[in-house]
């Protein structure tokens, strides 16, 4: 037995266990003991404290640690609003695969069912919104407790699970030794008579198309699709969370991202092959009734979990199993003199030539603001293949997602399952904490920004060298040009002026407007050059957003 404790303690102890690195939220009296010792602790493994802004916020940050490194972020509230205001970020994280722990106070156990100061079914509350939601009961159970919402938060599917803390469980004494840091969770690869099913599929196909999804873009799967990829030299369309699978040496297999709308190159390309490959594919990316309505192909489904069954997505083959073994078996069992026909290849290069030819800025722009792609372009040119770039949901979303280039697995952050916004600065502030010394850049519209701006204090408590791109066009624009292009006028939709310069300067950050592509591409060389965070007031100009809706592929808007 180990010298006694109280939960507080164990909770603490069991945190350096498994080897948590921050600790996101706002204080509160039911978290108190807790977030004492976070802050005091001498022990050099203790989780540093970092206190937010808001709830929501914590939890978009906890969940970039999660994207960003595979173990689950944490995140620390009060009861009551201190819990609620969790489920946004929680429910994000667990859509789009991010591992979060997240750790709820609750009032005393013999107050959860009295209507008493910010006692709610906290448990309850955020069942829908995690993989697992539990209440302690026993002090004694804190730790194991930990461990498996830890183990579960990274498990395939990968999400947030979430702890509530009655405070006398808190406040109980603990007997019980603190679990050790737990094993890595394995799998193996597929069977060697699967691996020559799908290498038999694969030779009989004309076209086959890699489609990389949400859990292809682990360092490991990645590396293992390049190596398959040097072998057999085929087209890969990403979705917007595999984002960055296509290393810059193999740019010639890229055939752009899908999402949203059926209108890019990467729709034709599905549409043209006779065997998709989905590796780590995500309904919630993109759904199989946007891109596979009228194929005609197969569909090889290779994950670590079992995907959901529609009508409109029934694979031919199911492999459940470690991506990146499987991958690498693939790679190593396919026949040497394997590749695609001449008449093929052309045909191929050809759609690419057009699909480049799109991230052109336009000779002639309004004037009245810059166009999307001179800012894409300034950006571009800025930044290099370590770079982390986060992007908030809005028109600008969908410009990047077509047309800004990343090479490296998650540095280019998008959030695809929930479209929610707000997450940009709190990713950008996740990738500065764990890449120290790359430059981070977060892109928002003027009306996400707002949804986390104020954590722009946190960024500048910490000294973290982001810079963030404001988008600014006074409207919640990626509602604005679907409802006129559905309805021919739009609602609800007009902001008000922010001058976001002005905005940054009172968190003690950096403002700059560029209201011309030559100003843009100074105040980005000045920004990457600043310490501490950079605001870049922008000016856009969204008239060519009717092109974002125009028909490649017949299309419902969405």
Known sequence: ?????????????????????????????????????????????????????????????????????????????????????????????????DPVVALGGQVPRNDVSRLTHQSIPSKELLNSATKDSVEVQDAN?????????????????????????????????????????????????ADSATIAQIIDK????????????????????????????????????????????????????????????RNQIGDAMLKESDLVIAIGYDPVEYEARIWNVDRTGEIINLDSIA??????????????????????????????????????????????VSFVSQDEVPSETSGKGLHPLEIINALQNQVNDDTTVTVDVGSHYIWMARHFRSYKPRHLLFSNGMQTLGVALPWAIAAALERPGQPIVSVAGDGGFLFSGQELETAVRLNLNIVQLVWNDGYYDMVKFQEEAKYGRNAGVKLGKVDFAKYAESFGATGMHAETADELKDSLDKAFKTSGP???????????????VSTLLEDVLN
């Open 141 to 189: 159970n804190i730790s194991e407790t930990f461990a498996n919402a830890y183990q579960t938060a990274m498990a395939p599917k990968s999400g947030a699970t979430f702890i509530s803390l009655p405070k006398d469980v808190l406040d109980d004494a603990v007997t019980d030794d603190e679990i050790k840091t737990l094993s890595p969770i394995q799998q193996g690869g």
């Open 1 to 97: 037995m180990s010298t006694e404790k109280n939960g507080a303690e164990a909770l603490f102890n069991s945190m350096v266990n498994q080897g948590v690195k921050y600790v996101f939220g706002l204080p509160g009296a039911k978290v108190d003991k807790l977030f004492d010792l976070l802050e005091y602790s001498n022990d050099p493994k203790a989780p540093k404290l970092i206190i937010t802004r808001h709830e929501q916020n914590a939890a978009f940050i906890a969940s970039g640690i999660g994207r960003l490194t595979g173990k689950p972020g944490v995140v620390a509230t009060t009861s009551g609003p201190g819990v609620s205001n969790l489920a946004t970020g929680l429910i994000t994280a667990t859509s789009e695969g």
């Open 202 to 261: 694969i030779k009989h196909a004309k076209l086959p198309v890699i489609l990389a999804g949400m859990r292809s873009s682990s360092e490991e799967v990645t590396e293992a699709i390049h190596h398959f990829l040097h072998k057999f030299s085929i087209p890969v369309v990403e979705t917007f969370q595999g984002a960055g699978v296509i290393s810059r040496d193999l740019e010639k297999n890229y055939y752009g991202r899908v999402g949203l709308f």
């Open 307 to 352: 995907p959901e069954i529609s009508n409109e997505y029934q694979p031919d083959l199911v492999v459940q199993a470690d991506i990146a073994k499987t991958i690498k078996d693939l790679a190593h069992n396919l026949p040497d003199d394997i590749g695609l026909s001449d008449d093929l290849k052309e045909h191929l290069h050809n759609m690419q």
């Open 534 to 548: 950079v605001v870049i007031d922008i000016p856009v100009d969204y008239s060519d957003n009717i092109k974002l």
